[in-house]
């Protein structure tokens, strides 16, 4: 039964090894780049498991230290991971033992493929989340540690190589447009989101974008057409 | 490194439990075993559309549109890989395509 649920959940994942590959290994050239080997990769991709903080995280290891500064901004960069939780509630109930690993392991990437895709009817769908989840994280960890040592190997321009990241959620974007009915919460979330980083700058929009997107989705609510209970 | 062994193995730990206090917090105010609010159920719904739409522009965040070069290479990289996935529907090519276009044109052409 976990086999067939690893077998089947494998194809799903081939969108984020892709991205994951290629921004792990972009995270594990920098980090060697700033004196880390590779243990600290693996432990890092290991415990702390979101792309783009450690990216922030990098840059924290080569700053005077500083943990109430550490813990803050993870929670600022992090904050859209609240949104995840929120959307999983229902889909996580069935994971019985399997559920804190389920929540741990809840990044962008598996959050928007878990959400986009469902269980095929003969296959458990607590496994077969469960193994997108993992084999996710092992591209994850694979891609930093490839990275970390090719980069103490070889020397090579990697400028630009974070662009997978957006590339991928573009690619779920443009399935999840083809599969919705209504297009309203996607566009509201590109519109809000823009608004608030033209009005509010870079350092600190996603917190006044996830209130607006919340603000506007629920005085819409009733008027989407879409099913509460399933 | 600036940081002692310790100092950067405690900075890793605080980071993920932050991280994980994030990704756990939704799950603690609302049980499994309470029977989820029909509005918390109808967001649950409808975020994650609006959510991706959220990420994309994140990922944008620091393109600047006054300064060279105005964010013409994010731009064609992204046309480009909405194009080609509504074309194929290939992810190597999609993802690859875009992030390999993304790279010669920040590095050689801007």
């Known amino acids: 039964m976990k086999r067939h649920a690893l077998k089947t959940a494998f194809p799903y994942t081939l969108p984020v090894l892709m991205g994951y590959l290629f921004l792990g290994i972009a995270f594990g050239v920098l980090l060697n780049s700033k004196g880390f080997n590779t243990a600290w990769a693996f432990v890092m991709s290991l415990l702390i498991y979101a792309g783009s903080m450690q990216f922030v995280a990098i840059n ?108 991928l959620f573009i690619v779920i974007f443009v399935e999840q447009w083809e599969q919705a009915k209504n297009h309203v919460p996607a566009i509201l979330g590109i519109v809000i989101t823009a608004l608030c980083l033209i009005l509010f700058g870079a350092d600190r929009f996603i917190l006044f974008a996830m209130a607006g997107i919340l603000v506007s989705l629920s005085l819409l609510r009733g008027k989407l057409h879409v099913k509460e209970s399933e | 490194m600036v940081l002692s062994t310790t100092e950067a193995a405690l900075t890793i730990l605080v980071i993920a439990a932050a991280t994980l206090l994030t990704r756990v917090l939704p799950f603690l105010v609302f049980p499994a075993h309470r029977k989820t609010p029909p509005f918390v159920a109808y967001l649950g719904k409808v975020l994650p559309f609006a959510i991706i739409g959220m990420l994309i522009v994140y990922c944008f965040k620091s393109v600047s549109p006054q300064a060279w070069p105005y964010g013409i290479p994010e731009l064609l990289a992204g046309l480009f890989v909405i194009g080609v996935h509504k074309w194929k529907h290939n992810l190597l090519l999609s993802i690859g395509g875009g992030t390999v276009l993304y790279m010669i044109m920040v590095q050689y052409v801007f």
Do not use: C
């Open chain 1, 60 to 167: 924290l290891l080569v700053s005077p230290f500083q943990l109430a500064a550490a813990f803050f901004i993870t929670l600022m960069v992090n904050a859209r991971h609240l949104f995840y939780g929120l959307s999983m509630l229902d889909r996580f109930k069935a994971s019985g033992r399997l559920k804190p690993y389920m929540m741990f392991s809840l990044t962008d990437e598996t959050f928007s493929l878990l959400s986009s895709v469902k269980a095929p009817d003969n296959v458990n769908p607590k496994w077969f989340m469960f193994f997108i989840a993992l084999l996710n994280q092992g591209y994850w960890i694979a891609g930093s540690l490839i990275g970390n040592i090719a980069g103490s190997l070889i020397s090579f321009n990697s400028t630009g190589i974070d662009f997978a990241m957006t590339a």
